[in-house]
């Protein structure tokens, strides 16, 4: 084997035009497959940073439309009494918060915690320790466990900050414990406060409005698990049939939990990328075939000596691996110069994205995929070069049948390059079409010119119900002093922003004159509180009745305002003005509210998904003590970034200690696609490198033909054939690999359109027109490559080829 890589070094290195384009070609795979491999890994491969991590699992609770339903308090306490699958299990439900105290404020994520919370992921403290059952009641001062980054930002990392007072959200806690570095579930979170701490507000099982999370003890599957709570739901469901009736639980493994809305997305890149390693392993099998023509001599000699058909297999192997050793080391550079851009690019959106970097497991997929490419594109010219008879190969025409042998090889290798690049062009342009005709959907507001603001403003009491006038009396001087700036034009606030990942609450709601709504019916619909000018703010269009003004206070009749989708499904071919309905779940004394306004839909949750039935109500009818995280939408005249400091300081002018988190309102719409927007910009990237790989490897095949068919064409020529003969010839010949190569491709994506077609938005996946222009792409650049050695073939003079022969 060194003697074979010692003549294959020099080897290579009297052939350095065809090295480089080999080592560049096949680092250019390698190199690709490996960055985007570094994602995969990061994203689905790696296990989550637990103890048994695949032990832990994600509960919810499921009815007839949807899988994943947020769960109930109390139905929580029961699976967790009755069932025995369970080592530990938690509920928890959190969000931005404001925190006072050391050196803030701040603003984080904090997070309500249920008993057993942190066993379930078995992470210890770093400092003091984690919630007691002494700890778990209502009291004046609440305990909290602070994240290891935010001991070290708001408290300089002092070691005596147990028992240290902070506010969250104007709730005053004493810090008890420190999580270890690292420990941010879920969602950055970096405050936990028990859920025990707060009044009860699960007294109906109605209201679902917390996650829960589970570990399985050693052994149990989760099948076992999910069969035991189907069987505690189908007993609660006897139990409390007005609330639990259709209601099950959905068990999934935390890891598929995280990366599910992302894993089919980067599956379908790394076999992108896997496509174009593919076809840069046909274009050196290509080159390879090509030079073993000219060596074919060379290996009968060697027969002739004594070497075995193994021996002559194992030296060409040698020389193969040793140019993907090269390509793939090329390869690595350029997956650690491309893994942080890729990093940069990555949506946010994507879990784990942050751990992304070339560590010891993508470094032996580089090795593995280099070695496994040697051996690819290795195989057909050893086993070519191996099977040559002896003596065929010494008659002085040597080349000849192994010249034709090569080219038929070639012409295979170049029909399966264009068939997988059409398939990798036609997946890439339908995802292209589809998020352009994403980006067409109009979204029911207007973004430009509007900068958004997340509050986290104190919760005003705990224990004790707080007067509205002094609710009011502080969202409304923000407001006011907001609205006073020069330039904005409107300002008003909402409970969840469009196109935000912000919990979406949603809630059965009855019908005055009609039967009350019975769970799991399809009479529901999001439930958001708003200010007089949000929708004003926000550009969504009033379409019948009025908005909210100034009397809409706490003591007129409750009114709200519903969207046109509401208005179409539930009163169709009436005017739902006037109408009243009630919300069971989402107001501590629920009442009825007039319908006095429709306004026009908007996309909430993302521009891919329909517009739903949504209820606004007014704030200043519905003020909560714990409503603390409002969102502040404003419409400048101008750009709205020039807008953020004098905002910022309104705020302050009411209360200094109030966090704020600025967006604008197009940078969410942005984000809002960005996850389609980074899949479409990679798919397009490879796809651009499939065609141009095709492309060489089409030019390379016709050029080769053409120099190994120069006394042939001279004949031609002297015959009388014209310069228009031979060019039509040898584009007859690209055309025809072309031509085959993409109706073998068309049925291969065909054969995948299932796959794709769950990633697409109202494009097909057999979509005619994006194959027919991906077909005619492909068949003009095989005509550009081909037209090249045509031209070149028609300058052959007839008398020097018939005088070389």
């Known amino acids: 084997m060194l003697h074979d890589l010692r003549y294959a070094i020099r080897t290579l290195r009297k052939n350095p035009a065809f090295t480089v384009v080999a080592v560049l070609t096949l680092a250019l795979g390698i190199g690709a497959n490996t960055a985007l491999f570094s994602v995969v890994n990061a994203v689905l491969l790696r296990p989550l940073p637990y103890r048994d991590p695949n032990r832990i699992v994600q509960l919810w609770e499921s009815n007839r439309s949807s899988l994943s339903v947020l769960v109930a308090s109390l139905n929580f306490l029961d ?25 803030l404020p701040q603003r984080t994520s904090g997070t309500e915690v249920s008993r057993g919370f942190f066993d379930v992921f078995n992470v210890h403290p770093v400092l003091g320790r984690t919630f007691s059952a002494g700890d778990l009641q209502v009291s004046a001062s609440v305990p909290a466990v602070v994240g290891y980054g935010l001991w070290q930002r708001a408290f300089a990392s002092d070691p005596k900050v147990i028992g240290k007072t902070v506010h969250i959200s104007g709730i005053e806690c004493h810090v008890i414990g420190v999580a270890q570095p690292g420990f941010q579930f879920p969602d950055n979170t970096e405050l936990w406060i028990p859920f025990e701490a707060f009044p009860d507000d699960g007294s109906t099982r109605s209201a679902h409005n917390y996650f829960v999370i589970g570990r399985l003890k050693t052994g149990v599957p989760v099948a076992t698990a999910q069969a035991e709570l189907s069987t505690i739901a189908h007993r609660l469901e ?31 890149l790394l ?65 650690l110069w491309a893994t942080p851009l890729l990093s940069l690019l990555i949506p946010e959106s994507v879990p784990r994205a942050h751990e992304i970097q070339i560590d010891a497991a993508v470094l032996c997929f580089a090795l593995a995929i ?21 003596n065929v190969s010494l008659k002085e025409a040597a080349g000849r049948a192994a010249t034709g042998r090569t080219r038929r090889a070639g012409r295979i290798l170049v029909v399966s390059e264009l068939a997988l690049s059409m398939v990798l062009l036609i997946t890439a342009g339908l995802l292209i079409r589809s998020f352009f005709g994403i980006l067409r959907v109009d979204p029911g507001f207007r973004a430009e010119h509007v900068v958004t603001a997340q509050l986290s403003l104190p919760v005003l009491s705990l224990t004790e119900p ?4 002094a609710i009011l009396n502080y969202y409304g001087q923000i407001l006011e002093r907001v609205q006073s700036i020069p330039g904005v034009l409107a300002a008003g606030t909402t409970t969840r922003l469009p196109l935000s990942d912000q919990l979406n609450v949603t809630g059965l709601f009855d019908i005055e004159g009609r039967p ?62 006037g109408k009243r309905i009630k919300f069971g779940g989402m107001e501590p004394q629920p009442q009825w509210v007039t319908v006095v306004g429709v306004v026009g839909d908007f996309r909430e949750s993302g521009l891919t998904e329909r517009p739903e039935p949504e209820v606004f109500v007014p704030f200043t009818q519905h003020l909560d003590g714990r409503l603390s995280d409002p ?33 604008a309102m197009d940078a969410l719409l942005a984000d809002s696609v960005a996850q389609r927007r980074f899949q479409m910009r990679l798919l397009a990237l490879f796809a651009g490198m499939a065609l141009m790989l095709a492309a060489v490897g089409i030019y390379g095949v016709i050029a080769y033909s053409v120099s190994q068919r120069t006394h042939e064409i001279g004949i031609r020529m002297a015959l009388g054939a014209e310069r228009a003969d031979v060019v039509k010839m040898v584009i007859g010949q690209g055309m025809r690999m072309a031509a085959l190569g993409i109706a073998m491709g068309i049925a291969g994506a065909a054969a995948v359109s299932r796959i794709l077609s769950a990633q697409l938005y109202e494009v097909s996946a057999t979509d005619a027109a994006t194959y027919l222009v991906v077909s005619i792409l492909l068949l003009a650049v095989a005509l550009a490559a081909t037209y090249i050695p045509a031209r070149r073939a028609t300058a052959v003079d007839p008398l020097i080829a018939l005088r070389y022969e």
């Open 370 to 390: 280099s070695v496994l490419t040697g051996v690819l594109f290795g195989l057909l010219p050893a086993r070519r070069l191996s099977r040559s008879e002896l």
């Open 631 to 663: 969102n502040l939408v404003v419409r400048g005249a101008g750009d709205p970034k020039l807008l953020v400091s004098a905002i910022r300081d309104a705020i302050r002018a009411v209360d200094k200690n109030v966090p704020v988190e600025f967006n």
């Open 271 to 335: 076999g992108a990328v896997g496509l174009v390693l593919l076809i840069a392993c046909a274009n050196v099998a290509n080159l390879l075939l090509a030079r073993s023509a000219a060596r074919s001599r060379e290996m009968a000699v060697r027969t002739a000596l004594g070497a075995g058909r193994a021996r002559l297999v194992l030296q060409v192997l040698s020389e193969s691996l040793l140019l993907s050793a090269i390509g793939g080391s090329v390869g690595l550079l350029l997956a």
């Open 516 to 577: 009350p709504a019975k769970l799991g019916s399809s009479q529901d619909a999001g439930y958001r509180v708003a200010s007089a000018d949000y929708f004003r703010a926000l550009g969504i269009p009033l379409v019948r009745g009025r908005e909210f003004d100034t009397h809409d206070s706490v003591g007129a009749p409750q009114i709200a305002l519903i969207n046109e989708t509401m208005a179409r499904r539930f009163w169709p071919g009436q005017d739902p003005l």
């Open 79 to 103: 699976w967790r009494g009755q069932s025995r699958s369970f080592e530990s299990m938690a509920l928890y439900a959190g969000g931005p918060v404001s925190a006072t105290g050391g050196d």
């Open 466 to 469: 707080v007067h509205p006038g």
């Open 238 to 268: 006897q139990q409390y049939p007005e609330s639990n009736k259709g209601q099950g639980v959905n068990v999934v493994p935390l890891h598929e939990q995280l990366v599910g809305d992302v894993k089919p997305a980067l599956l379908i």
